[in-house]
């Protein structure tokens, strides 16, 4: 049994995010919804990625299983599904507008579409998705094994947990002396609070739990080819049940001033 209580951490050097990661972290951040962690009140918008995220997401899944059950053949959903996603890079460029989330989305439909073409199977267009979320299942709970909670990784990555006091000389921008380690990118303080520490446990198995119950529920109509059924149980355990979790996320993570000044305003109205 894995315990949330405060762990002896060994003398472990940070490793330093490249430039480019830390660059990409607010897009990342932005279509996995994960801003809304950050927010004083829990945003739905921002826990879907936006509403033309949550549009992008679910758009090509949807057109896939209708065109399937219409048709009940394979190569017009995949090309139905591969149109939508191709739309949606096509607008964002348009509206000069970041397309990193909806490339990603036409990569996985890419991958599943190519595997549904070749094997003439409708149902390994969402393998790719299965797979995804066995891998998601496996880092969160090597996480939780080692002791070093991916929520708790995460949201000391983006920036929403509380700062720990830093060097003035730091703070000010000037360099660090030669032969001085460089302040760590990552901070992990949070891991020698007690109470965090159990916040982000808590937290992390939530997500465990929601990609095994994919799993669970999935798997078995991915191997049954129960097409309709698969591509719907995945539209339904898609965003919402991701938003669901980033709530409950949130209610765990958030900050305790977050709490006190949403206390405040409720008795002020």
């Known amino acids: ?40 009140g829990f945003s739905l918008e921002e826990a879907v990625g936006g509403w033309r995220g949550l549009i992008e997401s679910v758009a090509p899944g949807f057109v896939f299983v209708v065109v399937f059950v219409v048709t009940n053949e394979v190569r017009p959903p995949v090309l139905a599904s591969l149109a939508v996603a191709a739309i949606a890079v096509v607008a964002r460029l348009v509206r000069r507008s970041p397309v990193t989330y909806a490339l990603g989305g036409v990569l996985g ?30 880092g969160v709970g090597i996480s939780l ?14 920036g929403l947990a509380p700062k720990a006091p830093v060097d003035a000389r730091t703070e000010a921008g000037a360099a660090v002396e030669p032969g001085e380690p460089a302040p760590p ?17 808590i937290a992390t198995w939530l997500w465990f739990a929601a990609f095994v119950l994919r799993l ?19 539209l339904v355990m898609g965003l919402p049940l991701w938003a669901l979790v980033l709530w409950l996320t949130w209610l765990l993570v958030r900050r305790p001033g977050h709490a006190g000044a949403a206390a405040r305003a409720s008795r002020r109205d």
Request: aromatic share 10%; net charge positive.
């Open 216 to 234: 669970a529920v999935q798997l078995p109509l991915y191997l049954g080819g129960e097409v309709a059924w698969l591509g719907t149980a995945r």
């Open 145 to 158: 094994a080692v002791r070093w909670p991916l929520v708790g990784i995460v949201v000391s990555a983006l």
């Open 185 to 201: 990118v990552l901070d992990s303080s949070w891991r020698r609070d007690p109470q965090a520490m159990r916040r982000y446990t």
């Open 1 to 40: 049994m894995f315990h949330a209580g405060p762990a002896v951490a060994p003398a472990v050097t940070p490793a330093v995010v490249p430039a480019t990661a830390r660059e990409l972290a607010p897009d990342v951040a932005r279509a996995q919804g994960l801003r809304a962690l950050g927010g004083e």
């Open 109 to 138: 439909v890419g991958i599943g579409a190519f595997w549904a073409w070749r094997s003439g199977d409708a149902e390994n267009y969402f393998a790719w998705g299965l797979l995804t979320n066995a891998a998601f299942a496996l």
